[in-house]
């Protein structure tokens, strides 16, 4: 009996998203990559206080992806080739991006000094159908 895999999900604070959706979205409507900063988003996700050895110590951002479940073996080994995904959401003050895909490779980018990683990134219309929540 085969199990079905898992669907890839991103938690931050209350919201969801459904990876695998938004990587459906993007296969259905192709678009070019932008590089985005790989030390910007680092520093949003306090990536900086991970180390390789790093294996689940209890400290997570009050926003932001549980680190508890981050891998940095399995980060070391990303393709940084492939973009990371940058949802877009509405505020009251104007749009806003998150990244939703692309954790791991953002760490292992950080830690060999790349500047850049290639990004797509999500209209607000596109992040609306993938949010779960």
Request: net charge negative; with cysteine.
């Amino acid at each position: 009996m085969t199990t079905a895999p898992a669907t890839q999900l991103f938690l931050y604070g209350k919201w969801l998203f459904n990876i695998d959706e938004a990587q459906s979205l993007l296969n259905n409507h192709p678009r070019d990559t932008e590089p985005t900063s790989v030390a910007d988003w680092a520093a949003h996700y306090h990536l900086h206080q991970l180390t390789p050895d790093y294996d689940g110590a209890p400290w997570c951002p009050v926003f932001g992806p549980n680190q508890s479940a981050f891998n940095a073996e399995h980060a070391l080994q990303t393709n940084l080739d492939n973009p990371v995904i940058i949802a877009t959401m509405e505020f009251d003050a104007g749009p806003a991006i998150l990244l939703i895909d692309g954790l791991h490779r953002m760490y292992r980018a950080m830690t060999e000094g790349r500047a850049t990683l290639p990004a797509h990134t999500l209209t607000a219309a596109e992040t609306a159908t993938i949010r779960v929540r």
